[in-house]
């Protein structure tokens, strides 16, 4: 009885040992998506998830995100024109959709999804032509360190959106503007979970008032909704 005892003893500390050598520890955390410890529970992969807020979105997701019913009730017109190669450097991340060939009109709806940090560099580029001050403008160039990240981006964000008139901590703000130097026009902007979204509706003839603002605002909305 007393042998085979022992030899009860020997078979544990051997598997102990197997194990050990095996994982580390009798806990055996092995490293990769849905690993499984020695016990048999499902454990978190100790590895941070890949950042993807950081990458651009496909263009072709972005043009997807609103459609032409959605587009028209922004303009007044349809808008069954797509460009992806516009001004500017945040052209990677926007679409554009235009009543007929852009060459030759200013009534458009843009839609945009720019990595929050990549945005926020761009965006502290054109403080100073913004109508906000130096002063202001100084204090949020401040807050942008050499390697930005996409939640410091959204917090550039908020701090823009509030010296701009918006509440402050608000992470979306709808405003008047213009297109083109003089074309009238509306933009909705957000910044959520590392992502910043806008959606401008532009036309020569576009009527900010009657409740634009609002269809506007449920456009970015839906933007977020579908690209988040």
């Known amino acids: ?25 009798v806990g055996l955390v092995l490293k990769g998506k849905g690993a499984i410890s020695a016990f048999g529970d499902q454990l978190t992969n100790p590895q ?8 651009p979105l496909p263009k072709r997701k972005v043009c997807a995100s609103l459609g032409a019913a959605k587009r028209r009730a922004l ?13 500017g450097t945040l052209s990677p991340y926007t ?8 060459s030759a009109t200013t009534t458009f709806v843009d839609i945009a999804a720019v990595p ?16 906000i001050g130096a002063e ?26 509030a010296a701009k008139g918006s509440p402050t901590s608000a992470v979306r703000m709808v405003a008047r503007t213009t297109s083109f130097g003089s ?7 957000s910044c959520v979970d590392g992502r ?20 506007v605002a449920n456009a970015l909305r839906t933007v977020e909704t579908k690209l988040g």
Not at 48 to 55: A, M, R, V, Y
Not at 183 to 189: D, G, N, Q, S, Y
């Open 196 to 215: 910043y979204y806008s959606v401008v509706a532009s036309a020569r003839k576009l009527r900010l008032g009657g409740g634009l603002d609002v269809r």
């Open 95 to 102: 679409c554009r959709w235009t009543s007929r060939d852009f």
């Open 75 to 87: 303009v007044g017109v349809a808008t069954p024109v797509k460009v992806t190669e516009i001004e």
């Open 48 to 55: 941070d998830p890949e950042d993807t807020t950081s990458k």
């Open 136 to 161: 202001r403008a100084s204090q949020l160039m401040a807050m942008l360190d050499k390697d930005v990240t996409p939640e410091e981006g959204c917090r550039f964000a908020q701090a823009y959106f």
């Open 183 to 189: 074309i009238p026009a509306m933009k909705a902007e």
């Open 1 to 25: 009885m007393f042998v085979a005892y022992r030899q009860g003893v020997f078979k544990f500390l051997a598997v102990l040992f197997v194990l050990a050598m095996l994982g580390g520890g």
């Open 116 to 131: 929050a940090d990549t945005w926020a560099v761009e965006a502290s580029k054109r403080l100073l032509q913004d109508s």
